[in-house]
């Protein structure tokens, strides 16, 4: 065989070979991309992944299956998708981009479930403001259908239908994204983002897509080659945005905002590249806040805060410090607090000044962020001021609170709140019970603490001390501790030196006049159907003191014409009592039974012979407090037992 023949086989075997080497690369081609891109998917954390890819076009790309798993904050999310479009050309994707992709249908589900072990995260580097654009890995996105199914811990499950598409140009990126439920248009977001570095989004109804109920914008610069700086701000109306949450969260109709305004303004620094460990990066900045006119249903009218807050973060953790400007104000309904079940609390009575509460000294602390738990915790000795606290029953001018210890509040994976123990320490320098004319209430001191454990029911409390001047003396409790998960709880008060004058003038009635102190234990026991006394007990102290009934016109005019009501009269003019006893027991319905036992002299009457008394008196106390007849009814009382001691001898 001749040289040239020998030549031309081998190039024709060559060219065999290289079609079929060409035909068997084709044929795999297939199975290598799909091979390629599970594994860069598996790279990222994402499991169960699926593709199916079909035979490359010279400028499109059909991908005929895609499923993947992930995990994130103790949710697992599975995307499905079929048919997607893929559009490149080879300028494309040497630059490491795609010309476009189109998603005609595709489905993704989010369940509550356990995180698994976390993976080592890679550092990563945040691209400059100028290559955020060339860092989209497409000019153009569509989505023509993505079912989104978002299933609750309680069993329900929320849906919608998402739409929308990206399109990046040389100097921007924008998108446009619309969600549906129950095949009615509900939301519109719009982003925009510059090669400048500059973001701005807007969310709103879809039925008023030129009344943003969301507006937020940021803008990123490069501070040299190892940080970034960046400030933004938000700008939200609360009654649209609880329409959009109320059924997403099941929020009472009274805690849905129906008006009011947020505004937040923040700069930070952050490093350019985040480091390759469990740890985020590091970073700090400030943070001011203002909220205008909120109003809450009934609860709350004319809400506004304002705060100013520094913080940092570092190994998940993020420090936090609000500057002792702070100001919460608002218009509470007085209802919320009341004692007695009598308050209208659908009906919204503004006071004269709104509610005020402060922090005078700043409030510092930190957040530990982790993907399975949320961990609050508040420096110790931090202190709070309440400014107008008022009621139904009571009015409070200042109200000072301190969290003495380190205080802790966790939400765990499942959404339940625990705290590791919460304390307290409350001071009211002055308040004024508006039920009666008691006079005001002094320098109320109680410290508490409630136990660590689950807030998904209230937990227990234990007062550890609790004191309060009234009636010129001192009501004191220790160590109470109240369990409402407990069929009963039982709790005694101390009462020392009441001042008998401030009792008998509660009503400022003129008909009679009291001196003397009183000490005495009150038990109390609190169970589900309300609360009772039993057996409580008051005595006068060893010295003593005077009782002076002054009649009115009815009573001397019946004395008048019974010289024996007249004698009565004349020994309860001026009673020098050296006993005085009073025995009370209050029922769960209201009902206060009081015995009072007396013994003593009248030295203007009858060569001091002495006088015993026993009376019986008996209120429901919550009529009592709405008519404010207590003295009147110790009044009839009193003329009811001198009308008895008339008819016999004295």
Do not use: C
């Not at 939301?187 to 969310?203: C, I, P």
């Amino acid at each position: 065989m001749s040289s040239s023949k020998r030549i031309g086989t081998r190039l024709l075997l060559g060219s065999a070979a290289l079609a079929g080497l060409a035909f068997i690369g084709y044929a795999t081609l297939p199975v290598l991309l799909a091979g390629w891109v599970q594994r860069l998917l598996t790279e990222q954390g994402l499991t169960d992944v699926r593709v199916e890819i079909g035979y490359p076009a010279l400028h499109r790309l059909r991908v005929h299956q895609l499923m993947l798993s992930g995990r994130s904050a103790g949710q697992v999310y599975t995307l499905s998708a079929r048919e997607l479009e893929v559009g490149y050309d080879l300028a494309s994707v040497l630059q490491g981009r795609l010309q476009s992709l189109r998603i005609p249908e595709a489905q993704l589900d989010f369940r509550p479930g356990e995180l698994a072990a976390r993976t080592p995260r890679r550092p990563f580097a945040l691209p400059q403001p100028a290559r955020w654009l060339a860092a989209f890995p497409l000019d153009k996105l569509h989505v023509d259908q993505l079912q989104v199914q978002w299933h609750q811990p309680d069993g329900t499950t929320l849906t919608g239908t998402l739409r929308g598409e990206a399109q990046r140009t040389d100097t921007q990126l924008r998108m446009h994204w619309s969600l549906s439920r129950d095949h009615r248009p509900w939301l519109d977001l719009a982003l925009n983002l510059t090669d400048a570095g500059e973001l701005s989004a807007t969310l709103s109804q879809a039925q008023a897509p030129d009344q943003p109920m969301l507006s937020a914008s940021a803008t990123v610069a490069a501070n040299g080659p190892d940080t970034v700086v960046a400030h933004g701000s938000i700008d939200a109306q609360f009654k649209p945005l609880a329409l959009l949450l109320s059924p997403l969260f099941s929020l009472p109709k009274d805690f849905t905002p129906d008006a009011g305004r947020l505004t937040a303004r923040w700069n930070a620094t952050a490093p350019a590249v985040v480091p390759a460990a469990d740890h985020g990066g590091e970073f700090s900045g400030t943070l001011s806040v203002d909220v205008t006119a909120l109003r809450l249903g009934t609860l709350l009218q004319d809400g506004n805060l304002h705060l100013l807050a520094t913080f940092a973060t570092g190994d998940n953790i993020l420090r936090w410090r609000i500057a002792d400007n702070l100001r919460l104000s608002a218009y509470l309904n007085p209802a919320l607090l009341a004692i007695t079940d009598t308050a209208d609390r659908h009906k919204f009575v503004r006071s004269a000044r709104p509610l005020v509460v402060r922090a005078p000294h700043g409030l510092s602390g930190d957040m530990h962020l982790a993907p399975s738990t949320f961990e609050l915790r508040l420096a110790p000795d931090s202190r709070w001021q309440v400014e107008n606290l008022v009621t139904p029953d009571v009015h409070i001018a200042r109200l000072d609170a301190t969290l003495p210890g380190e205080t802790r509040l966790a939400r765990d994976t499942h959404g339940g709140w625990t705290t590791t123990g919460l304390g307290i320490a409350l001071h009211v320098p002055a308040l004024q019970p508006l039920f009666a004319a008691i006079g005001a209430v002094e320098n109320l001191r109680v410290t508490a603490r409630l136990e660590a454990g689950s807030l998904s029911r209230p937990p227990p409390v234990t007062v550890q001390n609790a004191d309060v001047t009234v009636f010129g003396g001192h009501v004191r409790a220790r160590d109470v501790r109240v369990d409402l998960a407990r069929a009963e709880n039982t709790f005694t008060l101390d009462l020392e030196r009441i001042d008998l004058a401030h009792v008998v003038a509660l009503e400022q009635q003129q008909d009679i006049e009291a001196t003397g102190t009183l000490d005495g234990r009150m038990p109390f026991i609190l169970s589900r159907r309300g609360m009772r006394i039993a057996d409580g007990a008051l005595h006068a102290s060893p010295a003593g003191g005077v009782i002076r009934y002054h009649p009115n016109e009815t009573v001397r005019s019946m004395a008048v014409a019974n010289p024996n009501l007249k004698l009565v009269l004349d020994a309860l003019s001026n009673y020098h009592y050296t006993k005085l006893d009073i025995g009370a027991n209050y029922a769960e319905n209201g009902d206060l039974a009081l015995q009072v036992g007396m013994a003593g002299r009248n030295p203007d009457w009858n060569a001091n012979q002495p006088i015993h008394l026993n009376i019986n008196l008996s209120e429901n106390i919550p009529v009592l407090l709405r008519s404010l007849r207590l003295a009147g009814d110790i009044s009839e009382k009193v003329e009811q037992r001198v009308r008895e001691r008339s008819r016999s001898t004295p």
